[in-house]
Nanobody, 112 residues
Framework: QVQLVESGGGLVQPGGSLRLSCVAS???????MRWYRQSPGKERQLVGQINSGGSLVYLESVKGRFTISRDAAKNTVYLQMNSLKPEDTAVYFCMFPFFQSWGQGTQVTVSS
């Protein structure tokens, strides 16, 4: 098993930026890591992923605004979110597919 702890969420104005972090209790090296989000009344959706080789995949609506990266030495994956929009408001979760493990989520609210 693996524990995942997200941080970095908060309240930001439209057009602002946030960086989310997800620290894993074991090595993320050579593993795919994913970020999801869920808004009230909506299904959880995949925001993006980084695979073992570093290839990136993003939800169409966040392309060009969000960037996933990782620091394997710190067992940490990041989600840099720029040009945030009100529709980005959600709870953001990281996920370790190999262990089917989820973090507790961190709230991101984009509002003026």
């Amino acid at each position: 098993q693996v524990q995942l702890v997200e941080s970095g969420g908060g309240l930001v104005q439209p057009g602002g930026s946030l960086r989310l972090s997800c620290v894993a209790s074991r090595s993320i090296r050579s593993n795919t890591m994913r970020w999801y989000r869920q808004s009230p009344g909506k299904e959880r959706q995949l925001v993006g992923q980084i695979n073992s080789g570093g290839s990136l995949v993003y939800l169409e609506s966040v392309k060009g605004r969000f960037t996933i990266s990782r620091d394997a030495a710190k067992n940490t994956v990041y989600l840099q979110m720029n040009s945030l929009k009100p529709e980005d408001t959600a709870v953001y979760f990281c996920m370790f597919p190999f262990f089917q493990s989820w973090g507790q989520g961190t709230q991101v609210t984009v509002s003026s």
